[in-house]
């Protein structure tokens, strides 16, 4: 297997919205992409597309992060295509459908967190493996995808996301504390309302402008705007950053 001379991410969720986003934006800052998706082939073309438009080069691997065999065949590709791995961003996650807590029931629950909270352990625990300086490896980053929900409680019947990245904070709060010594930063990004599909199965555009007046900034944000902050936080300018929640959502 060749090194690659080029630093590697490994983005989860990358072939639609702010996935897709941080995967151009890091190809323009030089970095090798591998990205995963879940189901729509079609969008993870076109982000492909997208990269390489951009002069980067693109892995694309279908692999649901809630399935740990998934995830450790993603990790491996990754490293058999490039040889190395900088830097993971943790951002593939679901809202769900909205539900009262009066009608929780354990497969919902289950599942969900599944996605959205263990899928974040399981795919640190492979970058670290890589990346840790105790085990031969060169260090690196990790970015995990938290939300503004996490602070303010999200939507209505909507506990389970607000939770589900309330734990993504504590997850990473208290692991850069562990993987510190293993030469790997950690941080997280807060987003508040962005315009991405994720809202399309609460009502879409509609949703988005009814919320945005809210907004100190008085507009949903773009996918881009949150790239630019992980792509910061990914690379070295950000080198004295670690353990930090930072919030990109226009002061809501
Ligand atoms: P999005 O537009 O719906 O894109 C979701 C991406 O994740 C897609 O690439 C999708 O793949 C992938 N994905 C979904 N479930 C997956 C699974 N089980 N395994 C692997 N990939 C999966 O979402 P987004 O708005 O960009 O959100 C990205 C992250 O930001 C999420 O963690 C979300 O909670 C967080 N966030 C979003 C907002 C917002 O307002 N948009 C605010 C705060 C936080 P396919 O294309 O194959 O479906």
Redesign the pocket.
């Known amino acids: 297997m060749t090194q690659s001379n080029k630093p590697t991410a490994i983005i989860?969720?990358?072939?639609?919205?702010?996935?897709?986003a941080t995967c151009v934006t890091l190809a323009k800052q030089g970095w090798n992409i591998c990205f995963?998706?879940?189901?729509?082939l079609a969008?993870?073309q076109e982000t492909v597309a997208l990269i390489e438009a951009a002069g980067g080069q693109a892995l694309a691997i279908k692999?649901?992060?809630?399935n740990r065999e998934d995830i450790k065949q993603l990790f491996a590709a990754a490293f058999k295509t490039y040889g190395r791995l900088d830097a993971l961003i943790n951002?593939?996650?679901?809202?769900g459908e909205p539900r009262s807590i009066l009608d929780a029931d354990d497969a919902h629950l289950t599942d969900f967190f599944r996605?959205n909270v263990l899928s974040y352990f399981f795919c640190i625990s492979e970058a670290a493996r890589l990346m840790s300086t105790q085990r031969g490896g060169k260090g690196g980053s990790i970015v995990n995808?938290s939300?503004?929900?996490a602070r303010h409680g999200g939507m209505p019947e909507e506990a389970h996301y607000a939770a589900s990245?309330g734990a993504i904070d504590s997850v990473t709060i208290a692991l850069a504390k562990e993987l510190a010594p293993h030469g790997i930063r950690i941080n997280a990004v807060r987003?508040?309302?962005?315009n991405?599909?994720?809202?399309d199965a609460h009502g879409g555009q509609a949703l988005i402008n009814k919320i945005a007046p809210t907004v100190p900034l008085g507009r949903a944000g773009m996918?881009e705007e949150v790239a630019e902050v992980i792509t910061f936080l990914a690379g070295p300018l950000s080198s004295y950053m670690h353990g930090a929640l930072v919030d990109v959502s226009g002061g809501r």
């Open positions: 989860t969720g990358g072939s639609r919205g702010i996935g897709r995963s998706y879940v189901s729509n969008a993870a692999a649901n992060v809630a951002n593939a996650g679901i809202v996605t995808m939300s503004a929900a990245k987003p508040g309302l962005i991405t599909s994720i809202h996918a």
